[in-house]
């Protein structure tokens, strides 16, 4: 198993440009997150899912959106970056949390910058 | 609104020595509490958890402590060792918006000298 995946690695944007951050698990989980992670302010939830087909806002969504239309992949797009938005993003995963999944598998991190 | 504070944000100590890292929450709905390890240019890797039914969960070095009446547990570590230096989030979960949700903590940078 692959576990959680990532791409890019590092990324660098100008202001305005827009991408998609990747993400993909082959562990069949039904539960995947992105959050960011800057200096002293812990991981931060930006949008969730419990499923294909299902997502929800997190803590700090604005600026961000997602699509789950597989259970493997929820691709994090944005849509006008901004300086605001450098940062590490990890994308998530686990068991679906009411039936007693706990754990989550974090993917290796997104760094990106944005001039 | 700052749901699980944690501290203290960074924490030196001598190998073989004892780190502590505390946390507090509000939400008395939390129900699972687990701490995660991150190595840098990695993404944090769950170490250790423990339910509100329990005081105390050992394994090895690692001891999470329970207070359920004083919302608050820690992480010891005994025996610290360099390999220990990473930066440990503390997180709690509750439900919320059809689904379980954790929170995390802000994160202690531990450093273990030799």
């Known amino acids: 198993n692959a576990g959680v995946t990532q791409t890019p690695k590092f990324q660098v944007l100008k202001t305005g440009q827009s991408m998609t951050l990747q993400c993909a698990q082959d562990?069949?989980?039904?539960?995947m997150s992105w959050y960011r992670q800057d200096p002293g302010m812990g991981l931060r939830l930006i949008h969730y899912?419990?499923?294909?087909?299902?997502?929800d806002q997190g803590e700090v969504p604005n600026g961000y959106n997602v699509s789950r239309s597989t259970t493997e992949d929820f691709p994090l797009r944005l849509l006008s970056a901004a300086p605001s938005q450098t940062s590490v993003y990890f994308c998530?995963?686990?068991?679906?949390?009411?039936?007693?999944?706990?754990?989550?598998?974090f993917g290796p991190g997104t760094r990106l910058t944005v001039l | 609104q700052q749901q699980v504070k944690q501290s203290p944000q960074s924490l030196i100590v001598q190998k073989g020595g004892i780190s502590i890292i505390n946390c507090a929450y509000e939400?008395?709905?939390?129900?699972?509490f687990p701490w995660y390890q991150q190595f840098p240019g990695k993404g944090p890797a769950l170490l250790i958890a423990?339910?509100?039914?329990?005081s105390e969960k050992k394994e090895g070095r690692f001891t999470i402590s329970f207070n359920k009446s004083a919302k608050q547990f820690s992480l010891h570590i005994m025996d610290s060792q360099p390999g220990d230096s990473a930066t440990y989030f503390c997180?709690?979960?509750?439900?919320?918006?059809?689904?379980?949700?954790?929170?995390f903590g802000r994160g202690t940078s531990l450093i273990v000298h030799p």
């Open positions: 998530a995963s686990s068991r679906a949390m009411a039936s007693g999944g706990n754990e989550q598998f």
């Open positions: 562990m069949n989980h039904e539960y």
């Open positions: 899912s419990v499923g294909a087909g299902i997502t």
């Open positions: 939400n008395t709905a939390f129900d699972y």
């Open positions: 423990i339910r509100p039914d329990v």
């Open positions: 997180a709690a979960r509750g439900w919320a918006g059809g689904s379980y949700i954790p929170t």
